[in-house]
């Protein structure tokens, strides 16, 4: 056992080739390798170039991101889309790609709380000006458009309000005065909304919601146009914000149920919108879907029939009635994320708006005993069940 070669057939760090097989496998593999090896340097140099296909390092792109990335840019009719380790890395990517000091950005005033600080914190450090409004007004987003404005940035529904912006009407806009449109379009998903075709140039997602749908990773997707693509790729791989291929296989693997996650949670949402309206233990509903909501006609337009899945709702009562409901829930979890296969309660006061001023809140309707629902996709019957029984307790 002294010799050089028994030595090296024996070690342990010596990696064993891949088992050859004639047949595929089925699944896409997971492959969490840090680097691809090349032949020679004019092999690697070629893949580098572009000119070979190929990969070279797992943070300028892996099979598993880009399986994802192919994925959901054919649902968003992409040219390119680009996996990041977050929603908040994907918004982050789309600023510090495309923005620069002097530049205006008019943002949503509704915005998910760490996005409404990235713009109006973090942006503003870096020499970007930014003016926050609301987004379901198009005149005012019109009339906040100066000749620096380089973008803007909208959710299509907003949380917890559900308030819906018209992207056909902020694609228009943004097309005739020559300003980027980038639209976070994880409320509705894909399967309901193409911004990119109502004139956005730049798609966000935060794939950790519905997308992958069974809260067990955290992902964000950019999607843009092939003018912009190069320099979200740059931005992603100089910053550091590209994913794990795990986080990317699992997302991967959520996403083939995903037209019949969001039809069963759509038809759920609706259907316990219109029970709530009815309970007398309860204030009043948000849901775009209800022909009393602010936006409905544009939501009709914009999402079909498709209203998505989530319900707000406000209980009579205050904090107090919205303890002893969430008390009383046996199989409805409370907790602060939103497109799990399970329908979850959040409460918007202690989670999300729980850095605005009481009076601030007030002021955006936002009240102790509003109650935010993302409704999964459970049988509706014991979802009825379980929201009577708890708001009767
Ligand atoms: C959750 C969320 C984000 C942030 O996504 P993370 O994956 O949590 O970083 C951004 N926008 C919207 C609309 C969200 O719901």
Redesign the pocket.
């Given at each position: 056992m002294s010799s050089d070669s028994t030595a090296s057939q024996r070690s342990v760090v010596r990696r064993t080739a891949w088992p050859e097989s004639k047949t595929a496998p089925l699944v896409p593999p997971l492959c969490p390798s840090v680097v691809y090896v090349a032949r020679d340097a004019d092999e690697m140099n070629r893949v580098y170039e572009g000119e070979e296909a190929g990969f070279t390092y797992a943070r300028e792109g892996n099979p598993n991101a880009e399986l994802l990335a192919k994925k959901i840019a054919g649902l968003e009719a992409a040219d390119a889309c680009f996996i990041t380790n977050?929603?908040?890395s994907a918004?982050s990517a789309i600023a510090l790609g495309l923005l620069k000091a002097g530049d205006h950005l008019v943002a949503g005033n509704q915005l998910?709380g760490?996005?409404h600080r990235l713009v109006s914190r973090e942006l503003t450090r870096f020499g970007v000006q930014t003016d926050l409004v609301n987004a379901s007004d198009s005149a005012a987003v019109e009339a906040a458009i100066r000749p620096n404005t380089r973008m803007i940035l909208v959710?299509v529904v907003s949380?917890p309000l559900l308030r819906v912006a018209d992207i056909e009407a902020l694609g228009r806009i943004a097309r005739t005065r020559g300003v980027l449109l980038a639209v976070?379009n994880?409320?509705p998903t894909p399967l309901v909304l193409r911004p990119l075709a109502l004139g956005a140039s730049l798609v966000i997602h935060?794939v950790?919601?519905m997308l992958a749908g069974h809260s067990d990773v955290?992902?964000?997707a950019v999607c843009s146009s092939r003018e912009h693509a190069v320099a979200i790729r740059d931005t992603i791989v100089t910053w550091g914000l590209n994913a794990s291929p795990f986080d990317c296989w699992l997302a991967e693997r959520g996403m083939n149920t995903l037209e019949l996650r969001v039809a069963r949670a759509t038809a759920n949402a609706a259907a316990l919108a219109d029970f709530l309206a009815g309970h007398r233990a309860v204030h009043r509903v948000i849901y775009p879907g209800r022909p009393e909501h602010p936006d409905h006609a544009v939501a009709r337009r914009l999402l079909g029939n498709q209203f998505g899945s989530m319900v707000s709702f406000e209980l009579n009562g205050g904090r107090e009635s919205v303890n002893r409901f969430m008390r009383a829930l046996t199989s409805i979890p409370f907790a602060p994320t939103?497109g799990d296969v399970s329908t979850i309660v959040s409460h918007p006061a202690v989670t999300s708006h729980r850095g605005l001023t009481p009076a601030e809140r007030e002021s955006l309707g936002i009240r102790e005993g509003l109650i935010r629902v993302s409704v999964g996709i459970e049988e509706l019957a014991l979802l009825k069940t379980e929201f009577r029984r708890a708001l009767s307790d």
């Amino acid at each position: 056992m002294s010799s050089d070669s028994t030595a090296s057939q024996r070690s342990v760090v010596r990696r064993t080739a891949w088992p050859e097989s004639k047949t595929a496998p089925l699944v896409p593999p997971l492959c969490p390798s840090v680097v691809y090896v090349a032949r020679d340097a004019d092999e690697m140099n070629r893949v580098y170039e572009g000119e070979e296909a190929g990969f070279t390092y797992a943070r300028e792109g892996n099979p598993n991101a880009e399986l994802l990335a192919k994925k959901i840019a054919g649902l968003e009719a992409a040219d390119a889309c680009f996996i990041t380790n977050s929603g908040m890395s994907a918004c982050s990517a789309i600023a510090l790609g495309l923005l620069k000091a002097g530049d205006h950005l008019v943002a949503g005033n509704q915005l998910y709380g760490r996005t409404h600080r990235l713009v109006s914190r973090e942006l503003t450090r870096f020499g970007v000006q930014t003016d926050l409004v609301n987004a379901s007004d198009s005149a005012a987003v019109e009339a906040a458009i100066r000749p620096n404005t380089r973008m803007i940035l909208v959710e299509v529904v907003s949380n917890p309000l559900l308030r819906v912006a018209d992207i056909e009407a902020l694609g228009r806009i943004a097309r005739t005065r020559g300003v980027l449109l980038a639209v976070d379009n994880t409320f509705p998903t894909p399967l309901v909304l193409r911004p990119l075709a109502l004139g956005a140039s730049l798609v966000i997602h935060s794939v950790t919601k519905m997308l992958a749908g069974h809260s067990d990773v955290t992902l964000g997707a950019v999607c843009s146009s092939r003018e912009h693509a190069v320099a979200i790729r740059d931005t992603i791989v100089t910053w550091g914000l590209n994913a794990s291929p795990f986080d990317c296989w699992l997302a991967e693997r959520g996403m083939n149920t995903l037209e019949l996650r969001v039809a069963r949670a759509t038809a759920n949402a609706a259907a316990l919108a219109d029970f709530l309206a009815g309970h007398r233990a309860v204030h009043r509903v948000i849901y775009p879907g209800r022909p009393e909501h602010p936006d409905h006609a544009v939501a009709r337009r914009l999402l079909g029939n498709q209203f998505g899945s989530m319900v707000s709702f406000e209980l009579n009562g205050g904090r107090e009635s919205v303890n002893r409901f969430m008390r009383a829930l046996t199989s409805i979890p409370f907790a602060p994320t939103l497109g799990d296969v399970s329908t979850i309660v959040s409460h918007p006061a202690v989670t999300s708006h729980r850095g605005l001023t009481p009076a601030e809140r007030e002021s955006l309707g936002i009240r102790e005993g509003l109650i935010r629902v993302s409704v999964g996709i459970e049988e509706l019957a014991l979802l009825k069940t379980e929201f009577r029984r708890a708001l009767s307790d």
